[in-house]
């Protein structure tokens, strides 16, 4: 019997050309690059060929989050700048978020955020450090409603290698066109590709549609910095796999379709509720090489960071090997790469 390979970080390290990182979007929408990697030898597509990959019956689930403008600059008590990325606004009203300063100001520490009121900005009362994050984020108290304020003062949270400012491109195209439910500091980028004639040729094809939510935070970014996979941690998601989605993925079942998700934070969607039976809640799920899927037959993903949570999760479904030679495929067919770039369907390794 033949033991299960044991994966280390540096297995799913790639190198990858500074040129093939997508600083714009595609002029339109679907006018992105699919690779089709359903098959043994990998297929160059376009992105508006998607319904002709998929059946009648299937059953494509899509994260309806909406991207915040989540960035936020400032000023210290001092006169010092710093910035804020808002993590998570919490029931309360208050929120947790990311900071950077040249040092960190103390406890009860009011800061002028966007200019300060005096210059039609807001304040923000720093509360102490957000228990929640092991420290790593702080907690604070904005002058106002919390989304109302980053939509009129923050800009949009563009991923670090994305290196241009973010400008009105951005706040159209890094959002889907279908985000409903603010909470997000990075899209769902598999999404990105979807316009309304892809959704109307699919649902023409008789593919029906379904939602899951799962907020992406700042961590999915971060690569993973131990070489033993089991010494990472995970950051957390808010998640939510509606009771209309739940059915939905049974009537596909009995009727013999695919379940096709729509970017790995449908899939961390999906399968933090299989695994756990909770329909909504925080999710540290690490999906890797040997994780048992039990509901994602399908994924549409984009191409992701080396020695990244996200590298790993596509490689357990589609298989390491196969995964690792379709990005060889796609660095030497000069695929555009994250974020803003092109998509690649998979299907599950059976």
């Not at 520490?109 to 994050?133: D, K, N, S, V, Y």
């Not at 984020?137 to 994305?162: E, K, N, Q, T, W």
């Not at 195209?173 to 899209?187: I, M």
């Not at 013999?256 to 729509?262: D, F, K, Q, T, Y």
Request: aromatic share 8%; charged share 20%; proline share 5%.
């Amino acid at each position: 019997m033949t033991c299960p390979r044991t994966y280390a970080t540096s297995d799913f390290d790639f190198d990858l050309p500074p040129q093939l990182i997508a600083q714009h979007p595609a002029a339109t929408r679907s006018a992105s690059r699919l690779l089709d990697g359903t098959g043994a030898a990998p297929a160059d597509r376009r992105f508006a060929d998607l319904p002709g990959l998929l059946r009648e019956g299937d059953l494509l689930v899509l994260n309806d989050t909406q991207v915040v403008k989540a960035r936020l600059f400032g000023e210290k008590p001092s006169g010092g700048k710093l910035e804020l990325l808002v993590e998570r606004v919490l029931a309360d009203g208050t929120v947790a978020a990311h900071m950077r300063a040249s040092k960190k100001p103390p406890v009860g520490a009011r800061l002028r955020m966007a200019g300060g009121t005096e210059q039609g900005g807001f304040e923000a009362e720093l509360l102490g450090r957000w228990p929640q994050a092991d420290g790593a984020l702080f907690h604070l108290r904005f002058s106002g409603d919390a989304y109302a304020l980053m939509a009129a003062h923050g800009h949009v949270p563009l991923p670090p290698y994305i290196t241009h400012a973010d400008g009105a491109e951005d706040e159209a195209r890094y959002q889907t066109v279908f985000a409903a439910r603010p909470g997000a500091v990075a899209a769902p980028t598999a999404s990105l590709h979807f316009d309304e004639a892809v959704l109307q040729a699919l649902a023409a094809r008789g593919v029906q549609r379904a939602f899951v939510t799962l907020h992406v935070g700042a961590g999915t970014f971060q690569p993973v910095k131990t070489e033993r996979l089991s010494e990472h941690q995970m950051h957390a998601e808010r998640y939510d796999v509606p009771a209309a989605t739940q059915e939905a993925i049974a009537a596909c079942r009995a009727r013999g379709g695919r379940v096709v998700a729509a970017g790995t934070t449908s899939v961390r969607s999906l399968e933090a509720w299989a695994a756990t039976g909770q329909a909504r809640g925080d999710t540290r799920i690490f999906i890797t090489p040997g994780f048992r899927f039990q509901v994602a037959d399908m994924l549409l993903t984009n191409f992701h960071l080396p020695r990244s949570t996200l590298m790993m999760l596509v490689s357990a479904f589609a298989g390491h090997a196969h995964v690792m030679a379709l990005y060889r495929h796609a660095i030497a067919q000069r695929y555009r790469f994250f974020s803003y770039g092109d998509a690649m369907l998979l299907a599950r390794l059976a």
